[in-house]
């Protein structure tokens, strides 16, 4: 298995622009989570679907952000506008049913300018 | 509000030596709690889950315990090599979510 994948690794994109960051979770998987990562706030969860359902948004900071999971082999989560203060890692997340282990994708890396 | 706290200082020790790592929470009583290892530049990697009736739970070099009374969680790992040099980072779980809150994580540096 390859594991999640993300795309891009990583994203430069200037202040206003539209951003598009998307995971493919592990096959079998049913639950997905949208993490970022910044030195200061550590590592919070934005969003997380269940069987494709979006269960819990409460850490999506604004409305600029929204997550979507039109199947079970892909969510996108998008920012629009982008603004410098969104300069973080994004990381993907799936688990099984019944599983606690999360597997995390490698990131991508976002910088706004 | 629900806090964890893990040491934000880095922790040095020589190889060969015992890393101890410290993870307490507040607010919170959690059923599980998981560790995990994250390097630089990569996603986190789970290394073990620990549940709430359970005192202490080993997995190779490693050892994790449970204190609900403390509210703490202590990660140990023995006779460290460079190789465990990584952020280690914690994450109660309550019953019935998948939902987790990580701590900010500890810088681990093992010196040769």
């Known amino acids: 298995d390859a594991g999640v994948i993300q795309s891009p690794r990583h994203e430069v994109t200037e202040m206003g622009q539209e951003v598009t960051l998307r995971c493919k979770p592990i096959?079998?998987?049913?639950?997905l989570f949208w993490y970022r990562q910044t030195m200061m706030r550590g590592l919070e969860l934005l969003i997380y679907?269940?069987?494709?359902?979006?269960?819990?948004d409460s850490g999506m900071p604004e409305d600029r952000f929204s997550a979507k999971m039109p199947n079970a082999s892909f969510s996108t989560l998008k920012i629009q506008p982008s603004e410098p203060r969104d300069s973080a890692v994004y990381f993907c997340?799936?688990?099984?049913?019944?599983?606690?282990?999360?597997?995390f994708g490698p990131g991508t890396r976002l910088t706004v300018l | 509000s629900q806090k964890i706290e893990q040491n934000s200082e880095a922790l040095n020790i020589q190889e060969g030596k015992t890393a101890t790592l410290t993870c307490n929470y507040t607010?919170?009583?959690?059923?599980?709690l998981q560790w995990y290892r994250q390097d630089p530049g990569r996603g986190p990697v789970f290394l073990l889950l620990?549940?709430?009736?359970?005192k202490e739970k080993r997995k190779e070099r490693l050892k994790v315990t449970f204190d609900t009374t403390l509210k703490q969680s202590l990660f140990h790992i023995t006779a460290s090599q460079p190789a465990d040099s990584a952020t280690y980072l914690c994450a109660p779980m309550n019953t019935g979510f998948q939902k987790l809150v990580f701590g900010t994580g500890t810088r681990l540096l093992v010196s040769p």
């Open positions: 607010n919170y009583s959690p059923a599980y």
């Open positions: 679907f269940n069987n494709n359902v979006p269960i819990d």
């Open positions: 997340a799936s688990t099984g049913t019944g599983d606690n282990e999360q597997f």
């Open positions: 620990i549940r709430e009736n359970e």
């Open positions: 096959s079998g998987h049913n639950s």
